[in-house]
């Protein structure tokens, strides 16, 4: 009976471990611009910022660490970051009134807070991000 026991809580232990990555990855993690995950998380209320980036962008380079260190940040632990190719989303640029990779949009729910354009200061990126919440 032990045996059985230890046997069905191995085989459940990594459906367990993955229920508990997924739960953990959704907020402040960054992830790729979604209308209807943007519009969710308008709906919700929740803390959200959004980065337009583009590969060859230094800057842009210069700012995707520092969001990553602020996303494990508790004060951000319901961040929401979504990332917007300035390459290949020209439409969601006309819509966000967006002229230049590297700018960083935040919103409190429905509401835009704040906009940089260029920033690499960690204390400025982190300013901008707290008018989040």
Do not use: H, N
Not at 1 to 13: G, S
Not at 39 to 58: H, M, N, Y
């Amino acid at each position: 009976m032990i045996r059985r026991t230890l046997l069905a809580l191995l085989a459940l232990a990594p459906l367990a471990l993955e229920a508990l990555t997924v739960a953990t990855a959704q907020a402040g993690e960054m992830k790729p611009y979604s209308q209807e995950a943007f519009d969710a998380a308008q709906k919700a209320g929740k803390p959200i910022l959004v980065e337009v980036s583009a590969p060859w962008c230094p800057i842009c380079k210069t700012q995707k660490p520092i969001l990553a260190k602020l996303s494990t940040d508790p004060r951000f632990k319901d961040l929401q970051i979504f990332d917007i190719d300035f390459d290949s989303q020209k439409d969601l640029l006309r819509k966000l009134d967006v002229r230049t990779q590297s700018t960083l949009i935040a919103y409190k729910g429905s509401v835009e807070t704040g906009r940089s354009v260029g920033e690499t200061q960690p204390e400025w990126i982190e300013g901008l991000v707290e008018k989040t919440l």
